[in-house]
């Protein structure tokens, strides 16, 4: 069974500082993980996805994630927050296959500071 | 914009009515997911459709049914609605299962 856990239900930043969104998984398969943002009254927007490939993913809006096998972790980081990166960011899962579906985290409710 | 497009976006009906929303995928993606966003149960999947064929079901109630057309499009029938049914719906699409999905805008459901 597949599974994620998002550690933080809200992260509280100051603009300009570090932003680090913790994401756990779980997976009897090699997944794919992807993480969503999803501004307030917006749908869910991509912002990056990992697939087997480089183990670093650069996203949009200068956020990356790195997957760690060993770890199960897939966490996301900005060097630097802006105001615009207020926003609840989504943890996904996905095995891939014929009965496949997305699991998604319980999000990441992100506050950036002035 | 994603390409998906959902339709009504926000729709306020009454206790005991059924309501349909509509959703068209990206133009290509074969793969069609629903999900409901409330506040007290976060985002929650219901049901995926692959080519026309149902693929995964998951906290979608007996009172809800899905489809999927020819054509890709999709719809999500919600009958005997209640209070709680009130949340946000969102229509995702994706060329295969399981690859990255692209959501709708969602549709606002109210339930007076």
Redesign the interface.
């Known amino acids: 069974a597949q599974s994620v856990t998002q550690l933080d239900s809200h992260v509280s930043v100051s603009e300009g500082t570090p932003v680090l969104l913790r994401c756990n998984y779980s997976s009897s398969y090699s997944p794919s993980l992807f993480w969503y943002v999803q501004h307030p009254n917006k749908g869910l927007q991509l912002l990056l996805k990992y697939t087997s490939a480089a183990t670093l993913v650069k996203g949009i809006n200068g956020f990356e994630a790195e997957f760690k096998k060993s770890e199960t972790s897939f966490h996301l980081t900005k060097p630097s927050a802006h105001m615009s990166d207020a926003a609840e960011y989504f943890c996904v899962v996905s095995r891939g296959g014929a009965t496949n579906k997305l699991i998604f985290g319980t999000g990441t409710l992100l506050a950036v500071q002035p | 914009d994603?390409g998906?497009t959902q339709t009504p976006k926000h729709l306020i009906t009454a206790t005991g009515q059924r309501v349909t929303l509509r959703c068209s995928p990206r133009s290509g993606d074969l793969s069609v997911?629903w999900?409901q966003q409330s506040l007290d149960q976060?985002?929650q999947?219901l049901i995926?459709y692959y080519n026309g064929e149902e693929?995964?079901k998951?906290n979608i109630l007996e009172r809800f049914s899905a489809q999927q057309f020819p054509d890709l499009h999709s719809e999500l029938n919600l009958s005997s609605l209640e209070l709680g049914d009130s949340a946000l719906y969102?229509c995702?699409s994706s060329f295969?299962?399981?690859?990255?999905?692209?959501?709708?805008?969602?549709t606002r459901l109210t339930v007076v």
């Not at chain 2, 295969?96 to 969602?106: D, K, M, R, V, W």
């Open positions: 994603s998906v997911y999900y976060g985002l999947f995926q693929r995964a998951g969102f995702a295969h299962e399981g690859t990255e999905a692209f959501f709708g805008q969602g």
